[in-house]
C-alpha cells in the first residue's frame, strides 16, 4: 500500500490566521482528521491535526476550551 492508495486527493487548507475553531468546524464537516495550512502563494507552512487541537488546550487557554465539547 502506497499513501495514493489512502490520501485525499481534494485537498482542504487553511491560512496561518484561521480561528481555531473554524479549523475544527471543518476537520468535523469534511470528515477528516487534519488539514494543512498554507500561505497566500499556496506554500505548505504546516498541518495541524485532531491530535495538536487536543493537546493545545490548557497549553493555551488553561482550562479546557469550548470547542472540545464538538468533538
Do not use: C, F
Request: proline fraction near 4%; charged fraction near 20%.
Amino acid at each position: 500500500m502506497q499513501a495514493r492508495d489512502v490520501m485525499t486527493s481534494k485537498v482542504v487548507s487553511v491560512a496561518s490566521d484561521t480561528p481555531v475553531h473554524d479549523i475544527v468546524r471543518l476537520l468535523m464537516k469534511q470528515r477528516i482528521s487534519a488539514v494543512p495550512v498554507v500561505d497566500s502563494e499556496q506554500h505548505v507552512l504546516g498541518i495541524v491535526s485532531e491530535g495538536d487541537l487536543l493537546a493545545a488546550p490548557e497549553d493555551l487557554y488553561g482550562k479546557q476550551a469550548w470547542w472540545l465539547a464538538g468533538l
